[in-house]
């Protein structure tokens, strides 16, 4: 079992800043694969980036050059600083975790926290 609590979603101006954070508890291998979704109302949930425990980062096109994903592998915490925000990032972000079990890929979710972009 994987616990994700997310944490640092709030009400921000547009071209303002937040960083968002999630740590993982229970059973979690040293190869993973960690990220953040987001899901907007009446939309399907996107990709916003990942990062692996080697480091290797993934982002979406639309994120590119104003988020940036980083991770801390010794207290399995992942981050996303998010700059220059716009209206159209407002969502729900949901942390995710990835990890092979028992040659079984194995996803996990947090609860998600709300990020509002708005004057």
């Known amino acids: 079992q994987v616990q994700l609590v997310e944490s640092g979603g709030g009400l921000v101006q547009p071209g303002g800043s937040l960083r968002l954070s999630c740590a993982a508890s229970?059973?979690?291998?040293?190869?993973?694969?960690m990220g953040w979704h987001r899901q907007a109302p009446g939309k399907q949930r996107e990709l916003v980036a990942t990062i692996s425990s080697g480091g290797s980062t993934n982002y979406a096109d639309s994120v590119k050059g104003r988020f940036t994903i980083s991770r801390d592998n010794a207290k399995n915490t992942v981050f996303l600083e998010m700059n220059s925000l716009k209206p159209e990032d407002t969502a729900v972000y949901y942390c995710?975790?990835?990890?092979?079990?028992?040659?079984?890929?194995?996803?996990?979710w947090g609860q998600g926290t709300q990020v509002t972009v708005s004057s």
């Open positions: 995710n975790l990835e990890q092979v079990v028992g040659l079984i890929p194995v996803s996990s």
């Open positions: 229970g059973s979690i291998f040293s190869i993973n694969v």
